[in-house]
Every structure is written in C-alpha cells, then in structure tokens.
C-alpha cells in the first residue's frame, strides 16, 4: 500500500506561482505512473497532469498547459507541480494519484486509473 502525502499548498495572488509536492512511502515510487487532480466544491475530480515511471513521458490539461509543469525527483520519491501565471479559476484542492504501471513510459490521465491518492492540498488564488 501505497501512502501519499502532499504538501505546499496555500494562498497565492492571481499572476503567482507556487509549487506543490507529494512524497511517497514506496521506495519503488520512481516506477509508478504519477499524477496531479484537482476538485472544487460540487465538480468532478479534474485531470491536471501526469508523468511516467521513467518522466520521458508527461501529459498536461489544456486549461494549464503552458502555465503548469510536473516533474518528479526519484531520490526523494517525490513528484512536482509547478504552477505559474496562476488564476482564480486554478483554486482547487489538488490531489496527487499513483499507480503501478505496465512500462516506465506508461502514464495515465483518468481518475479510474489510479488506485493510490494522497488527502489533498488546497491552493487558493486570490487577491
């Protein structure tokens, strides 16, 4: 079992940045399909990005393509999401999602997909 924890979240002014993070318990982490979501009060849980076990692989959402970028760091088993140029529109508690996957270029992009999540870090972007 997989455990998640994020953190860096917080308040930020629109045109901001901030950088969140998540760690994980699994010293195999760096194999895992790695994923960022985010969810407002009422909506569905929202694809954000996500990177291969190997990062060769990334994928981000139209909405913040260009603004945000995942990454991670196999040494401290650890997966990034830089957000910049921030709105109010991006405030959400963001998630972080892992998953086994079948090769180190495999990531994935729907909530189904994933069996690990962390409890959530709230970002607020407001003046």
């Known amino acids: 079992q997989v455990q998640l924890v994020e953190s860096g979240g917080g308040l930020v002014q629109p045109g901001g940045s901030l950088r969140i993070s998540c760690v994980a318990s699994d010293p195999t982490f760096n194999t895992y399909s790695k994923g960022w979501f985010r969810q407002t009060p009422g909506k569905e849980r929202e694809f954000v990005a996500a990177?291969?076990?190997?990062?060769?692989?990334?994928y981000h959402a139209a909405s913040v393509r260009g603004r945000f970028r995942i990454s991670r760091d196999n040494v401290k088993n650890t997966v990034l999401l830089q957000m910049n140029s921030l709105t109010t529109e991006d405030t959400a508690i963001y998630y972080c999602a892992a998953q086994r996957a079948p090769t180190n270029w495999t990531f994935y992009k729907e909530v189904d997909e994933y069996n690990y999540w962390g409890q959530g870090t709230q970002v607020t972007v407001s003046s």
């Open positions: 990177i291969s076990g190997n990062g060769g692989g990334t």
